[in-house]
């Protein structure tokens, strides 16, 4: 069993940057694949960025490249996220995802979710 704990999000105006993490405890040796995913009112839950945590291989959503980096800190069992330029449709609540399997920017793909963490950007 793994646990995820988010933190970070909060209230910035549009350009801001904040930087989201997420700490894993338990069975984290099992992981092959973390990601952020997030959630705005009404709409479904999606993948933003994930990192393979052997290779650090990332990927990204078209929507987020070029403005956010995942990274991890394995010594901490840490994932982040770095999110900059933010704009207004970066608005949504953000969760923290771990998988056993790989390519987990896909809620099925997921094992094990942070509780998440609410990020709004005004304009």
């Known amino acids: 069993q793994v646990q995820l704990v988010d933190s970070g999000g909060g209230s910035v105006q549009t350009g801001g940057s904040l930087t989201l993490s997420c700490g894993a405890s338990?069975?984290?040796?099992?992981?092959?694949?973390m990601a952020w995913f997030r959630q705005a009112p009404g709409k479904e839950r999606g993948g933003v960025a994930r990192i393979h945590t052997s290779s650090s291989n990332t990927w990204y959503a078209d929507s987020v490249k070029g403005r956010f980096t995942i990274s991890q800190d394995k010594s901490n069992n840490t994932l982040y996220l770095q999110m900059n330029s933010l704009k207004p449709e970066d608005t949504a609540m953000y969760y923290c995802a771990a998988s056993l399997n790989s390519y987990c920017s896909s809620s099925s793909r997921v094992n094990y979710w942070g509780q998440g963490t609410q990020v709004t950007v005004s304009s």
């Open positions: 338990g069975y984290t040796y099992d992981l092959v694949c």
